[in-house]
């Protein structure tokens, strides 16, 4: 140290003064270094990740210094712009992850506080009605009072039909926690319910509907022993089987002219609530081949059923007035007498059913005669018009009397074995202008067709349903 002094001393007095100025600049900038500069070399070499060694060959990490400034003497260093967008980054991600945690917190909060702590339980409890039960009972049995029972059947549906209730049906009761009756539910039929509620006000009550969808159902058969038989086959019910005999019954006698090979298709309806199968409904349309004659049926909104054409199925007389099990005698001119053992024309047709059975009126007309004899028996006849009249004998009871005016397939009277017989059976006659005809092969006279403004509408109708009842028997014969 002491020769740089000397050295310095030998210098001119201009160098001395500009070397002294260049040691403390230097010094100044060794131990006081600029916030850029320092700045500048933190941000390099965090940047390059370069690594650099020292003497001895060992790595001294990028950040580290040489010369490590004191912390008294060190100043901020501001953030750089990349630096400063990172961070808010950050920060926004926290705090949106922190929102949607509270959020959470907040609904799942939320969700466990929905208990309503004045909020009323139900007790719902089925009843069926016994034999012998007043609503009265039943209610007794379910825990209620008489003035329930009393003001319950002040309302004008409920009087209606709980005053009503039948053995088997049953009724809901609802009450609260409280054991006070709410509600009360009565099935009306499939689809509507009666409900009768409970307010602070009194009682009150509506009827509840399901929505009854319509679904179209094919069914067909070939008769191979009795058209009963062919019908249960098809899938068809009792009452199906029989409106489809009343729908042809006009133009075939389901007793004695049926035969082997016949058969028929039927379009129907099934009606269903909620998904569920409540009940059939009308045939739509049906096509009967009874010995190679073809006979059509198709049901208008009118309620009637038409030929496809639009003639009327229904004629003016019933082929025949009773459901019968056979005929034990037919139209004979000649027929021997099976009491005199004469031969006696027998003028009608003796149709065997059970004691009992409705005999019907075949035509609208009036009573001209009612009352008894020793050969008749119990007997109506009926005027139809100046052409028609019918006859009908040996009834167990009349229901008619002389005057009377009827309806076709009104019950005039019940089969019995009054008069003259052999065994109990109707005898039916059929006059024509005076003269007795075979009522089962005599021409009926057509009821009037289809109303001539209605006949467009019906003709497109019948030409889709007869169109859809052909496709749905192509479609069973290539199934066969």
């Known amino acids: 140290m002491g020769k740089v002094i000397t050295l310095l001393k030998l210098l001119p007095r201009l160098h001395q003064i500009i070397l002294s100025i260049l040691v403390v600049i230097t010094l100044t900038v060794v131990f006081l270094p600029s916030d850029d500069a320092q700045a500048s070399r933190s941000t390099n070499s965090a940047l390059s990740g370069s690594v650099t060694f020292s003497d001895e060959g060992k790595a001294i990490a990028p950040n580290a210094q040489a010369y490590p400034v004191p912390l008294a003497f060190r100043k901020p260093v501001p953030p750089s712009a990349a630096e400063i967008a990172q961070k808010a980054s950050k920060a926004n991600e926290v705090d949106l992850s922190q929102t949607a945690l509270t959020s959470v917190t907040t609904d799942h909060d939320a969700e466990e506080s929905v208990i309503e702590p004045n909020k009323i339980l139900e007790h719902k409890e089925q009843f069926t009605v016994r034999s012998g039960d007043t609503l009265a009972a039943l209610f007794k049995r379910a825990g209620l009072s008489a003035r329930d029972v009393y003001e319950i059947t002040q309302l004008p549906k409920a009087k209606k039909n709980l005053l009503k209730i039948m053995p088997g049906e049953e009724i809901e009761i609802v009450k609260n926690d409280a054991g006070e009756l709410t509600k009360v539910r009565y099935h009306l039929d499939p689809i509507s319910t009666l409900i009768i509620s409970k307010q602070n006000s009194g009682y009150s009550e509506e009827v509840e509907t399901k929505q009854v969808e319509n679904r179209t159902k094919f069914a067909a058969a070939t008769i191979s022993s009795n058209f009963w038989n062919a019908g249960v086959g098809a899938g068809l019910t009792p009452n199906q089987i029989m409106q489809l005999a009343t729908i042809f019954g006009w133009d075939i006698d389901f007793a004695l002219d049926l035969r082997q090979g016949d ?14 199968f409540l009940r059939n409904g009308n045939i739509l349309a049906a096509e009967f081949i009874n010995q190679g004659d073809k006979y059509t049926a198709v049901r208008y909104k009118d309620g009637s059923y038409y030929s496809a054409e639009g003639r009327s199925m229904r004629k003016a007389f019933l082929r025949s007035p ?19 053992g004469q031969v006696k024309a027998h003028r009608g047709v003796d149709y065997v059913a059970a004691v009992g059975t409705p005999i019907k009126a075949a035509g609208k007309g009036r009573v001209i005669k009612s009352g008894y004899n020793q050969y008749n028996g119990n007997y109506v006849f009926i005027k139809h018009n100046e052409t028609y009249t019918t006859k009908y004998l040996h009834l167990k009871k009349r229901k008619v009397k002389q005057g009377q005016t009827v309806k076709q397939g009104q019950v005039i009277g019940t089969l019995g074995s009054t008069g003259r017989v052999t065994g109990a059976h109707l005898h039916y006659e059929f006059i024509v202008n005076g003269v007795h005809r075979n009522p089962r092969t005599v021409k009926l006279p057509q009821s009037l067709p289809i109303d001539k403004k209605e ?7 019948s030409q889709q349903l007869m169109a859809k009842l052909e496709q749905q028997q192509q479609i069973q014969l290539a199934a066969q």
Do not use: M, W
């Not at 058969?263 to 569920?276: C, K, M, R, T, V």
């Open 263 to 276: 058969n028929f298709s039927i379009l129907f309806e099934e009606e269903y609530a909620d998904g569920e």
């Open 322 to 340: 009773v459901d019968f099990k056979y005929v034990s005698s037919s139209f004979n001119p000649r027929r021997l007498h099976p009491v005199t």
């Open 455 to 461: 006949k467009q509408q019906f003709l497109a109708l």
